[in-house]
């Protein structure tokens, strides 16, 4: 009976994997749920599943769907790090260098800074013949200070001022943009590295590569919040 249990969790999607895991009410919330699954795979499978749960019960199938949600985030987010020496893991140059590669859609870069990464042109004028959306966000004061005659200037002339804005207070310094995170179709790469060179080949950073949709889909909804109240190239 654990085995056909272990094989019916295994077929669904990880949106029922996580209703069965989160389920208060045993067996009458999968049988709710095995009306309501938006596909008849899913429907089918907890159908199946309420059957085999009369015989071994429920808690054995919410430990098993939660054992398997957990072993599909972890293996959907990847470290990511820079350091001046040998390491093992994901180095964040070649992380970021693949995300602006591989995309499709999309690269939405948000950084406090954008300076010294020329060796990145080509692959955002590649991306860009791609059909890519390419944008820019930087901090209002230290990203435009920084950004005239460095790699931002040398972005505009290849994506246009209009695929690039800055974010937060005047002069004052009252608000900054400090965030660092970049998006790339379905991933996401989060980091304490600023889109620099220094930070990515020299510095010690750390940050987590995201393959899981929610992170992906509520990082952008930031970056669009962001973006649209930030102030044009000018």
């Known amino acids: 009976m654990s085995e056909r249990v272990v094989k019916l969790l295994s077929d669904v999607s990880p949106s029922v994997l996580k209703a069965v895991s989160e389920a208060v009410d045993g067996l009458e919330s999968l049988r709710v749920l095995s009306e309501s699954a938006l596909n008849s795979a899913d429907r089918m499978a907890l ?82 013949d791609r059909g890519v959306s390419v944008r820019i966000l930087l901090d209002n004061e230290a990203g435009r200070a920084k950004s005239a005659s460095n790699t931002t200037a040398s972005l505009c002339s290849l994506i246009g001022q209009d695929s690039v804005r800055f974010w937060g207070g005047e002069s004052t310094g009252d608000e900054s943009l400090h965030a660092k995170f970049v998006i790339a179709d379905d991933s996401a790469l989060v980091t304490s590295a600023n889109m620099t060179g220094r930070a990515i080949t020299r510095n010690v950073e750390v940050g987590c590569l995201f393959e899981t949709r929610d992170v992906v889909e509520r990082l952008s909804e930031l970056f669009d919040v962001l973006w649209n109240s930030g102030e044009k190239w000018s």
């Open 47 to 128: 159908k199946s599943l309420v059957f085999e749960c009369r015989e071994c019960g429920f808690d054995f199938a919410r430990g098993v769907a939660t054992g398997m949600l957990a072993s599909e985030v972890h293996s959907a987010i990847q470290l990511v790090i820079s350091t001046p020496f040998a390491s093992d893991g994901r180095q964040t140059a070649g992380v970021l260098a693949e995300l602006i590669g591989r995309a499709q859609r999309n690269v939405y870069i948000c950084s406090y800074v954008l300076v010294y990464l020329d060796e990145l042109l080509p692959l955002f004028s590649a991306a860009r």
